[in-house]
């Protein structure tokens, strides 16, 4: 039997007509579309028109709040703040930290240092007046040049005169860590009432002279070469005008100064592939930076610093920590030379000065520990000879290697200066630093001093695998100025005599040649035969680069001792360079031969560290004030830019 057929379905009204496969509410973006389309149809004409209107009119309003923001933005800022919000290159370089470079942080835009930097003596500061915002914008110059306090006195004046006091300038837990407060008379650069001298003046007019051809030919370039009237690049980073920055500031040079702040503020960049000697450019640019921050107060200067400081850390990954040599400061990519996976001794240990005082007054302590690591692990090395070092460690194994090699001079000389240094500007904390210095001028005295033939000049000569070498680079001339300094700092009286000995080694290495220029390296003459001279100069040490280290110690034993003989000797070298290395379209150059006056051979390149070294030594050795960069205030770095000592002894 079959059942009865079921009864007919329904008769429906409409057709249901399936159009896609998920013909229901399925969450999609599609189907959200289309039902928000048909309740928008479903509208009146008024509301749709009501709802474009409100949309219309909350769109003008945030283009309109926009537009005004960014306007009160200089330029230069906006674009500034652009390359801090787009990391370089991620992956390798990090990003530059935070250094409050919100617009209203800089001078002239607030009344106060941003909280975030512990800047070095609070004289120094340049504290821009409170000034109406409609101020803002103004050229920084004349900014200064008006800047009065409430009672209507002036408060600052050029070079940094703070004139009102000190105290209330920083927050009491910055004053409780920063370095010591001298008096506002404390640093000769501030008194505007103090003329030159005539042998200042004419260190004023070598500098503009080397200036006039600089800018003339190499403006925003690394070095000038005067005789081609050209220019050379290193790092592509304007060497000269950064290692000069420090310099025209106390030499009282005004106009170039604002000149050059400018090229700085405007066109120096460092998002550039370009790889750059970590130890050069640290004591150079980094250093000259931080100086110029120090002396100015000018906030730029220490943004780039930071800017520029986070740029090289990519040099520190390794796998001992001991930096390579060369970074590249667009890419964040480092590398040993080419030739090498060692890095110099002297490179590595003469950062810290820096690295320190970046880390101190950013708050930012990667600097400072990066660089530090660096001096503990050399510290508990082995290889050393009594405290002396050899020339290279290796990257990857943090070992000295060609063990058995020392001298004072080139890839070890300021490892020693900057023991001493560190020490003084950590205000004289930190035994490991000082003990390794007392052991390494022990070491000289013991393996490296000889007396010359036949006059009996003291010099260090070198070391390698047990054979002495009668040979000096000029570089070592710097010794003389760091032990006068130790002594100065309460280190044994022995350090001063010997320091006074070398000095006069050095002096005669530029005064028996027959330019009065040094070459850059002597043999001394150890055999007591008659008719020999003291000094030997081989043929191919017969340049002069126009370096500062006579001339540098010069000014350490003449504000030492108040002998003037050593200004005397001073006032020779400078005459001698004006004599033999002035290019008369502008500039200074290096020579090939100081040894023949007639023709002492232009090399075509003036150093950046004339400008900021040699210069500026030679113009505060003609000072007789002790308190123009007191030296129980600053500690100059191995490039001659003054940091601040931290704290009092
Ligand atoms: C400078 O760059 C520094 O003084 C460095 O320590 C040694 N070489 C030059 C000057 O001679």
Redesign the pocket.
Known sequence: MYPPPPPPAPQRDFISVTLSPSPGYDGSKGWRRRSCWRKWKQLSRFQRNAILFLLAFLMLCGLLTYVSTSDQWPAENRSAEGQRMRPANPPVLPAPQKADAHPETFPGLSPQPPRHFRRGPPNLQIRAPDRASKDRGQDEAERRADAVDEKGQRTISWRGAVMEPEQGSELPSRKAEGPPRPSPQALGIQNPAASPKERQKAVIDAFRHAWAGYRKFAWGHDELRPVSRSFSEWFGLGLTLIDALDTMWILGLKKEFEEAKKWVSKKLEFQKNVDVNLF?ST??ILGGLLSAFHLSGDVLFLQKAEDFGNRLMPAFQTPSKIPYSDVNIGTGAAHPPRWTSDSTV?EVT?IQLEFRELSRLTGVKKFQEAAEEVTRHIHSLSGKKDGLVPMFINTHSGLFTHLGVFTLGARA??YY?YLLKQWIQGGKKEPQLLEDYLEAVEGIKRHLLRRSEPTKLTFVGELTHGRFSAKMD??VC?LPGTLALGAHHGLPADHMELARALMDTCYQMNRQMETGLSPEIVHFNLSPQPAQKDVLVKAADRHN?L???TV?SLFYLYRFTGDRKYQDWGWDILQSFNTYTRVPSGGYSSISNVQDPSNPQPRDKM?S?FL??TLKYLYLLFSDDPNLLSLDTYVFN???HPLPIWAPA
């Open positions: 050069e004591i150079r002297a003469s000389d300021s200066e000029h570089l710097f680069l370096r500062p280290e540098e150093e560290f900021g070294e191995t490039e001659a």
